[in-house]
C-alpha cells in the first residue's frame, strides 16, 4: 500500500517532467499563441492577437506569425500572465495520519510533499510564489531552478526572524542575523514582528529592533516581509519594510499612513482561515492549533474581510496577492479571489492586477513576470471562462506556460465549474 500510495504522489512529477522534455525539443521554434482575449496584467485588455514567444521570453505581441512556429490556438480562453502568490508556505502538508506533518518528520518525506504541493500550484495558475519561509526552501528552489522540476519560480526567506520581545536580541545581533540569511541565501526577509493570531497578536518586537532588521536588509539589497498585526503595523511601514502581511486590527489611519509611505500590503481575505476551519481535524490538537484557538478563528474571519474592504478602498494603498497557504490550500490559492471579489467587493480586475504587476512590482520582479510584454519571462497561463464577468473563471485554468514551457494545457471544459 505504502509503495502505491509513494507511486501515486511521484507519477504526476515524472509525467509532467516528460511532457516538459517533449515540449522543450519542440520549443526550440518560435511559439506562437493565438487568443482573442488578453489581460495583459497592468489593467488592460487586448483582443485578436498573438503573443510571440522565443528563448524562454515574451519577443513580441501581435503582427504576424513567425514562419515554422509551434502554435497554440488559445482563441476560446482568456489568456494572462502567471499569477504571483506573495505568501505561501509548500512544505506544510498532512502527513500519513492525517495530521499536520511536524518537524519530526523525516525531511525527504517533507521535501516530497513540498515538491508536490508547488506542482499543484504551478498547475494551478501560479508561475511565481514567495515561501515565507522554510530552510528546505532552498532545495525546492534550486530543483525547480535547475533540475527541471515542476514548479513555480521561489523566492524564500529560508528561516524567519521570531521576535521574541527582549530575548529577541540587541539591535546588532539582528543585524548579524540577517547577514547570517543572507549567507545561506535567502531572497527576502520574513520578520516576525507580532505573536500568532491565535495568541492574540500582541507586538513582539521594539521599534528598534525592526528598524535594526530593516536597515540592514536594505543595505544587502533584501526585502523585507513583516508578520503584523496592530501596532506592529505602523511599525513596520516607520522602519521601512518591504511589506507587511496580515494586518488585522490595523485602524485606517495605519492603513494611510502605508500608503503613504509606499509600503506594500497583503491582507488575507478569507482562503486561509477557511482553510483552517475546513480542516479543522487534521490541525486540532498540534502546537497552539486549540479548541480556543479555532473559535479565535472564526471570530476574526469577519474582521479580516472587514479589513480587506478598507484597504482597497483606502486610495494610495498597494493592496497585493499572498494566501498564506498552507498544509490543504495549495492548488486552491485562486479561491482567494473569489473571496476577495465575491465577498468583499474587490473590482475584478484590481484582484487580478494585484497577483500580476503590482505583485511583481512588490517582489522586485517587475522586469521579469507579472505582465504580457516584450522582453519578460513568458509565465502565461490561459482561463475557461472570462474572469472579468465570472470570478469563479479562475478555477479553470487549462493553459500553464513557464519561461516558454508547457506545462499544462488542456482541452476546453476540463476545468473545475
Known amino acids: 500500500m505504502r509503495s502505491r500510495l509513494r507511486f501515486a504522489i511521484i507519477l504526476p512529477w515524472f509525467v509532467a517532467l516528460f511532457l516538459a522534455t517533449v515540449f522543450s ?38 503582427g504576424t506569425a513567425p514562419q515554422g512556429a509551434v502554435t497554440y490556438d488559445l482563441s476560446r480562453l482568456t489568456v494572462l500572465p502567471g ?17 499536520l506533518a511536524g518537524e519530526n518528520e523525516p525531511k525527504e518525506k517533507t521535501a516530497l510533499a513540498a515538491a508536490a504541493n508547488s506542482w499543484k500550484m504551478l498547475a494551478g ?6 515561501s515565507l519561509g522554510s530552510p528546505l526552501d532552498n532545495d525546492l528552489r534550486d530543483a525547480i531552478e535547475r533540475r527541471g522540476l515542476p514548479g513555480p519560480r521561489i523566492l524564500t526567506s529560508l528561516d524567519p526572524i521570531f521576535g521574541r520581545g527582549d530575548s529577541t536580541g540587541t539591535p546588532d545581533e539582528l543585524r548579524a542575523l540577517v547577514q547570517k540569511h543572507v549567507q545561506d541565501g535567502a531572497d527576502v526577509i520574513k520578520i516576525f514582528a507580532s505573536g500568532s493570531i491565535r495568541e492574540g497578536g500582541k507586538p513582539t518586537l521594539s521599534q528598534d529592533q525592526l528598524n ?48 503613504e509611505h509606499g509600503t506594500y500590503f497583503d491582507p488575507q481575505a478569507g482562503l486561509v482561515i477557511q482553510n483552517y476551519l475546513d480542516n479543522k481535524s487534521h490541525y486540532l490538537g498540534i502546537g497552539n492549533y486549540t479548541e480556543t484557538a479555532f473559535d479565535t478563528m472564526t471570530k476574526v ?50 484582484a487580478l492586477v494585484s497577483a500580476n504587476s503590482l505583485a ?23 482561463l475557461d471562462g472570462d474572469p472579468l464577468k465570472d470570478i469563479t473563471a479562475v478555477r479553470r485554468v487549462v493553459f500553464v506556460m513557464k519561461g ?11 476545468g473545475k465549474p
Open 83 to 99: 499569477w504571483i502568490d506573495a505568501h505561501v508556505h509548500p512544505d506544510w502538508h498532512f502527513d500519513a495520519t492525517g495530521k
Open 301 to 350: 474571519l469577519p474582521a479580516f474581510q472587514e479589513l480587506f474592504r478598507h484597504a482597497i478602498a483606502m486610495r494610495g494603498l498597494k493592496v497585493i496577492f499572498g494566501t498564506d497557504a498552507v498544509a490543504g490550500a495549495h492548488g486552491h490559492n485562486a479561491e482567494e479571489f473569489l473571496y476577495r471579489v465575491q465577498t468583499c467587493g474587490q473590482d475584478p480586475m484590481a
Open 360 to 382: 511583481a512590482e512588490a517582489l522586485g520582479l517587475q522586469d521579469r513576470a507579472g505582465s504580457i510584454a516584450p522582453g519578460l519571462d513568458a509565465d502565461i497561463i490561459a
Open 212 to 259: 535594526a532588521i530593516c536597515d540592514e536588509a536594505k543595505k544587502v539589497g533584501l526585502r523585507t516581509v513583516v508578520h503584523a498585526y496592530g501596532p506592529s503595523v505602523r511599525m513596520a511601514s516607520i522602519a521601512g519594510c518591504t511589506e507587511v502581511e496580515h494586518g488585522l486590527y490595523a485602524t485606517d489611519d495605519d492603513l494611510h499612513f502605508l500608503a
Open 125 to 130: 495558475g501560479f508561475t511565481t510564489v514567495q
Open 404 to 414: 516558454g514551457k508547457v506545462f499544462v494545457n488542456l482541452p476546453v471544459g476540463t
Open 25 to 62: 525539443i519542440a520549443q526550440e521554434r518560435p511559439i506562437v499563441l493565438k487568443a482573442s482575449t488578453v489581460l495583459d496584467g497592468k489593467g488592460k485588455v487586448h483582443h485578436s492577437t498573438i503573443i510571440v514567444v522565443e528563448g524562454g521570453r515574451i519577443a513580441r505581441v501581435g
